[in-house]
């Protein structure tokens, strides 16, 4: 949709409304990517205003945004990266299920749900945190000329904001709803008397009926969750998210 709304010649102005706790490192990097490409070469300004939640990889997306808009009750911030795995060795073991690993290295299984994780695999994983942190914040350093670098890392310290809260130290712009980065987006560019066009995604009737065959055909175990378990304990996921 981005880029549909970028490419057009007839639209002027971009308003993305962000309702979401996060998600991926790379989805969040993606579209933020995205959204400054239409700003430096198709030179349109794009807005962001915010739902229930613009947290986390929402904030990531929504920092180069030309205003940012916020109501009052969004929650938002969470700036930071998490990465989360589970232990079940006890469980294992109460079960009396064994676990055999034959790998090549001694960190392929970094982050094995079956056994205690070491201290160089968690300064290794620490070391990609920070990484991904420090990209978090020059983002928002890049996208928010009110904040240094220093403010944002200060702010960045993974806590939630209200939109109030937010307007108040800087991360949004104003407070209002999407009627009112409509308005503020025809003044401030002289689109007054435009048509405002809301962009929908493409959905074909065939990714309809593997979605409806998928839903209807659900084991017991994958209900449970547990073939996820089973299947990819040593898949370390690094997320932009706002857990609750």
Same mark, same amino acid.
């Given at each position: 949709?981005?880029?549909?709304?970028?490419? $057009?010649?007839? !639209?002027?102005? +971009?308003i #993305?409304?962000?309702?979401?706790?996060?998600?991926?490192?790379?989805?969040?990097? *993606?579209?933020?990517?995205?959204?400054? *490409? !239409?700003?430096?070469?198709?030179?349109?300004?794009? @807005?962001?205003?915010?739902?229930?939640?613009?947290?986390?990889?929402?904030?990531?997306?929504?920092?180069?945004?030309?205003? #940012? #808009?916020?109501?009052?009750?969004? !929650?938002?911030?969470? +700036?930071?990266?998490?990465?989360?795995? !589970?232990?079940?060795? *006890?469980?294992?073991?109460?079960?009396?299920?064994?676990?055999?690993?034959?790998?090549?290295?001694?960190?392929?299984?970094?982050?094995?749900?079956?056994?205690?994780?070491?201290?160089?695999?968690?300064?290794?994983?620490?070391? +990609?945190?920070?990484?991904? @942190?420090?990209?978090?914040?020059?983002?928002?350093?890049?996208?928010?000329?009110?904040?240094?670098?220093?403010?944002?890392?200060?702010?960045?310290?993974?806590? +939630?904001?209200?939109?109030?809260?937010?307007?108040?130290?800087?991360?949004v712009?104003?407070?209002?709803?999407?009627? $009112?980065?409509?308005?503020?987006?025809?003044? *401030? @560019?002289?689109?007054?008397?435009?048509?405002?066009?809301?962009?929908?995604?493409?959905?074909?009737? $065939?990714?309809?009926?593997g979605?409806?065959?998928?839903?209807?055909?659900?084991?017991?175990?994958?209900?449970?969750?547990? $073939?996820?378990?089973?299947?990819?304990?040593?898949?370390?996921?690094?997320?932009?998210?706002?857990?609750?």
């Amino acid at each position: 949709m981005l880029e549909r709304a970028g490419e $057009n010649n007839d !639209i002027e102005g +971009i308003i #993305i409304n962000v309702n979401t706790p996060g998600g991926g490192v790379v989805e969040s990097a *993606e579209i933020h990517d995205r959204i400054v *490409e !239409i700003q430096e070469e198709q030179g349109k300004p794009v @807005y962001v205003t915010m739902g229930n939640q613009a947290a986390s990889g929402g904030y990531y997306v929504a920092a180069p945004a030309d205003r #940012i #808009i916020a109501h009052p009750a969004t !929650i938002t911030g969470s +700036i930071g990266v998490i990465m989360q795995n !589970i232990n079940i060795t *006890e469980l294992a073991d109460d079960l009396g299920v064994d676990f055999t690993t034959i790998q090549s290295g001694p960190y392929k299984d970094i982050m094995s749900a079956t056994r205690e994780m070491t201290d160089d695999e968690e300064e290794i994983l620490q070391s +990609i945190i920070d990484e991904f @942190y420090d990209d978090f914040v020059t983002v928002i350093d890049n996208g928010r000329d009110n904040l240094t670098e220093q403010e944002v890392r200060e702010l960045g310290d993974g806590r +939630i904001y209200s939109g109030t809260q937010a307007h108040d130290v800087g991360l949004v712009d104003d407070l209002g709803t999407l009627a $009112n980065a409509i308005d503020i987006m025809k003044e *401030e @560019y002289g689109l007054e008397g435009s048509q405002v066009v809301r962009f929908e995604p493409t959905f074909r009737f $065939n990714q309809f009926l593997g979605v409806t065959a998928r839903n209807l055909v659900v084991s017991d175990m994958e209900l449970l969750g547990i $073939n996820k378990l089973l299947t990819e304990p040593n898949a370390p996921r690094a997320m932009y998210l706002y857990t609750e």
